[in-house]
């Protein structure tokens, strides 16, 4: 988790090939990265957004291919 442009580069590059996907951004701290990456990709892909302690929990609810 945090943030990196050549992850971002990459889903951008997927969705815009309509590839289908959603993404988990776990929020960081102190610096607040998870939440930048939430913020770059939320306006053409989904993207829940979960603090980084409670991540587990969220795959316990997710199917994973």
């Not at 989904?46 to 609810?61: C, E, Q, R, T, Y």
């Given at each position: 988790y945090g943030y990196s442009r050549l992850v971002e580069y990459v889903l951008r590059t997927a969705a815009e090939k309509n590839f289908r996907f959603s993404v988990i951004c776990a929020e960081t701290r102190p610096r607040s990265e998870g939440y930048a990456m939430?913020?770059?990709?939320?306006?053409?892909?989904?993207?829940?957004?979960?603090?980084?302690?409670?991540?587990?929990?969220?795959?316990?609810?997710?199917?994973?291919?």
């Open positions: 939430y913020m770059a990709l939320s306006k053409k892909i989904p993207v829940k957004m979960v603090v980084d302690s409670a991540i587990g929990i969220v795959f316990l609810g997710e199917s994973i291919d």
